[in-house]
């Protein structure tokens, strides 16, 4: 058996990696606005294509490079040039309650729907306290925390999370059968000045692209990312793709907690794809034939949330401000920190990033290049 599903992650045979080769810089604007050309290129109009970039290069610009320009070749032009993802797509209103909103995004590139959607719910937040846009119809978004990040900047909460439509890759724990994708989520708020609080993850242990890397790189995966058929942890991160190996859940084994992992995966799906009527992966074909992953990423459903705490009382900016600024100074244990709490470490890397350039593999260069982008390295002394 061989499994070559992917949350935006690739099958090993698919071309060069990051990591591989010499690693050069390119400048941010220059990555940013060349992508966009390439979106337009494949028929977006311009906006939206600005808009896709920012989503897609936010993977390579805060380090989350399993969900950067990586999958520019390998999942978005296939899925824009199939039909996977409908260039011209715009999305249609199901339901317009006033702080709820159901949309079809009839196909729409997840990586600029997903953001104006959040827009949509910040401007309910704005007017109503909450906003929710549940959508169905939906293609990949890549890093949920770009969204996520839309609401923040405005001084809200934003909540993102994504189904894998009917694509299945973790099987539930003590299960024989994979039900459900990498099913990310994001959680975003303002926090201490210019680092605001991002958590963005998998709801596996790893998205599929952290173990294809590791193999990729000939390192062991950790324990508790693989195990086998039985439930016996694999190291060998390669055993992933021969089909030999299934992907884990948050917590890693039962006993460490991998019933919270995946019942964060559930309620994911729940939220996402089942509130909208999006495809699912737990469906009556997940129990047909050999339970391997399968199933494809079609009809893809996401929760879109923004809440605005000014509008629920005085004082919230201040006290979340005080409340980050505590986790920052906690004292790190012996030889080890800083204390950084999830969207801090990104931030520091973005503002970096922004003003020395973005690094990426020569071989990742290579294939961009390859594609028609434009990208000149950045001067050396600038890095
Ligand atoms: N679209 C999809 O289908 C899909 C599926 C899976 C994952 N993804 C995306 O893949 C990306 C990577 O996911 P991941 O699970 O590998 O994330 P990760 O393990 O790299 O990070 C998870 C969280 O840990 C935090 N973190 C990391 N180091 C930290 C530190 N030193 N101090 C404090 N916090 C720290 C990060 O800020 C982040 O919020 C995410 O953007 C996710 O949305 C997308």
Redesign the pocket.
């Given at each position: 058996m061989t499994s070559t599903l992917s949350?935006?992650a690739v099958p090993r045979s698919a071309g060069p990696a990051p990591g591989e080769g010499r690693e050069v810089t390119v400048a941010y604007e220059t990555l940013l606005g060349e992508t966009a050309a390439f979106f337009v290129r494949l028929g977006l109009p311009e906006g939206r294509a600005r808009l896709a970039a920012e989503a897609l290069c936010y993977?390579d610009l805060t380090?989350?490079d399993?969900?950067g320009v990586f999958n520019l070749a390998r999942l978005y032009r296939p899925l824009l040039e199939s039909g996977g993802a409908d260039p011209a797509a715009e999305p249609l209103v199901l339901r317009d309650l006033g702080p709820c909103v159901v949309l079809d995004h009839r196909r729409a590139l997840?990586l600029w729907a997903a953001s104006e959607a959040m827009d949509l719910a910040a401007e309910r937040a704005a007017r109503c306290g909450i906003g929710l846009v549940s959508v169905r119809g939906a293609t990949?978004?890549?890093?949920?925390?770009?969204h996520a990040k839309r609401a923040a900047d405005r001084g809200m909460i934003g909540v993102v999370a994504?189904n894998?439509g009917g694509q299945r890759i973790a099987r539930p724990p003590l299960g024989a059968a994979a039900l459900l994708?990498?099913?990310?989520?994001?959680v975003a708020a303002p926090a201490v000045e210019g680092r605001p609080f991002?958590?963005?993850?998998?709801?596996?242990?790893?998205?599929?692209?952290?173990v294809r890397t590791a193999a990729r790189d000939g390192r062991e995966a950790p324990e508790g990312w693989l195990t086998d058929d039985a439930g016996h942890p694999v190291r060998d991160a390669a055993a992933y793709d021969r089909g030999e190996a299934w992907l884990g859940w948050l917590g890693g084994t039962p006993a460490t907690g991998a019933f919270k992992g995946f019942g964060l995966g559930l309620a994911v799906e729940l939220l996402a794809a089942v509130l909208p009527g999006a495809a699912t992966g737990p469906a009556p074909a997940a129990l047909e034939g050999d339970g391997r992953p399968g199933g494809s990423?079609d009809d893809?459903g996401f929760l879109v949330l923004a809440i605005a705490p000014d509008a629920l009382r005085d004082g919230f900016d201040g006290d979340a401000r005080a409340m980050f600024g505590t986790v920052l100074d906690c004292p790190p244990q012996p030889g080890r920190g800083p204390?950084?709490?999830?969207?801090?470490?990104?931030a520091e890397r973005a503002e970096r990033r922004r003003a020395s350039g973005v690094p990426l593999s020569g071989a990742l260069h290579a294939e961009l290049t390859a594609l028609g982008l434009r990208l000149p390295l950045a001067p050396e002394e600038d890095r």
């Open positions: 949350d935006g993977g380090g989350m399993s969900h997840g990949h978004f890549g890093c949920a925390g770009v994504s894998c994708g990498t099913n990310p989520l994001s991002v958590l963005d993850m998998s709801t596996t242990v790893v998205p599929t692209g952290r990423d893809i204390v950084r709490y999830p969207g801090h470490p990104e």
